[in-house]
């Protein structure tokens, strides 16, 4: 399934050096990804999310900036 597919690619994305990927399905999700965890790879589920609805967070995922001190941190030490 696309779901499976998405996942799979974000946990593949994962295992490489300096990547940090995020399969999100909503803008709050990105939004969070981004501030807390740093993300530089947005995955999106194609079979539960419309275009438009992707477009909206490639915007958001874009615009959106990492907040940095306390997840810092633990952003630090993921091993990527």
């Given at each position: 399934s696309t779901q499976s597919r998405?996942?799979?690619a974000?946990?593949?994305y994962k295992r490489q050096q300096g990547i940090r990927a995020a399969l999100c399905w909503n803008n709050e999700l990105v939004?969070?990804?981004r501030q807390h965890n740093n993300a530089n790879i947005?995955?999106?589920p194609a079979r539960f999310v419309s275009l438009q609805q992707a477009i909206g967070f490639v915007d958001v995922f874009l615009n959106t900036e990492f907040e940095?001190?306390?997840?810092?941190?633990r952003v630090d030490k993921i091993s990527c």
């Open positions: 998405s996942s799979a974000s946990d593949v939004a969070l990804t947005l995955t999106i940095g001190g306390r997840h810092a941190n």
